[in-house]
């Protein structure tokens, strides 16, 4: 009886040894996944390409409720205003207004392209003036008046379009359009200049915009 117990312990040794040994070669294999991960391309670029409503007789309006109302030429014809528009980089602009007076309307247009490989929107808009007031756009935002050469007083009222969060898809190129009217606080003939930067992000980006 008891050599049949010797016996049975090498057996039960190997026994176990080969469960560990199993056990141990499952616990150690490794998997090899061979593959490629390609990441998409976020780019956006303002088109060279702008455009102003003032091209020669000035335009006027009124503004009644934080909306602009009966853009019309000015009558009888006068031009003494202008504004020019100039790209400053792919997601900046720097406006030029000369000779304004109260109730010089200007409206203000040009493309942004989807030079990328995945869609996008605009996070917010920055109006930056020379000198040194600001105003940030959100989604929420779009009219405000504003004190651009920061002397107190409040010289235009601006009504940006509604181009902030839209998703803008790879090889589009919306239009983007704001518009300008220079408030009766303002002073006669002055010259003004801002740029507007664009903040643009990937479409599913969810930074706050402030």
Known sequence: MQN????????????ILLITGFAYACWSETLYINGTV??????????????????????????????FKNVRETCPPKD??????TKIDDHTVKVEMYD?????????????HNCGTIPWKILRV?????AGTEVILCEDSSFFTWDVDNDGTDDLAVNWGNHIG????????????FQIYVLQSATEGA????????????????????
């Open 166 to 177: 839209a998703q803008v898809d790879p090889c589009s190129s919306p239009e983007i359009s």
């Open 191 to 210: 010259s003004m200049d801002f740029t507007v930067k664009m903040d643009i992000v990937n479409w599913n980006c969810d930074e706050p915009c402030r």
């Open 126 to 130: 920055n109006f930056t003036s020379a």
């Open 80 to 85: 003494i205003g202008s504004t020019t528009v």
């Open 100 to 112: 304004i007076y109260p109730g010089y309307y200007e409206e203000i247009s040009f493309h942004v």
């Open 38 to 67: 390609e990441t998409g391309t976020l780019c956006a670029e303002i088109l060279d390409a702008s455009n102003v409503k003032d091209k020669g007789i000035d335009w006027t309006c009124d503004i009644i409720d934080g909306t």
């Open 4 to 15: 049949k117990k010797l016996m049975t312990i090498p057996i039960l040794l190997t026994f």
